[in-house]
């Protein structure tokens, strides 16, 4: 089992920046590739970056690509989510997520674990 909580969030202008931080209970934290979603009002949820076990691959979304950075701390059991640059349109809540395979994946049904969520707010 891995419990996940997500922190960082809350309301900002176009522009800024935020730090979401994601906390990961266990041991075995370093077995799982990372994954940051998000759901805004109205739509689905949808990938927004992962990253590999070690750290060494990561992916995004187009939508934040060059806005947004996912990295890992294996030793504090912790993965993050740069944001830079934020735009009205990034308004949502924010998850994460672990997955217990081998490489990394965009699709949802790949997590085994996911956190509650923090809300991110964009005003323009």
């Known amino acids: 089992q891995v419990q996940l909580v997500e922190s960082g969030g809350g309301l900002v202008q176009a522009g800024d920046s935020l730090r979401l931080s994601c906390a990961a209970s266990?041991?075995?934290?370093?077995?799982?590739?990372m994954g940051w979603f998000r759901q805004a009002p109205g739509k689905e949820r949808e990938f927004v970056a992962y990253i590999s076990r070690s750290g060494d691959s990561t992916a995004y979304a187009d939508s934040v690509k060059g806005r947004f950075t996912i990295s890992r701390d294996n030793a504090k059991n912790t993965v993050y989510l740069q944001m830079n640059s934020l735009k009205p349109e990034d308004t949502a809540v924010y998850y994460c997520a672990a997955d217990g395979t081998l490489r990394p994946s965009r699709r949802e049904i790949a997590y085994d674990y996911w956190g509650q969520g923090t809300q991110v707010t964009v005003s323009s």
């Open positions: 266990g041991r075995t934290f370093s077995s799982y590739c």
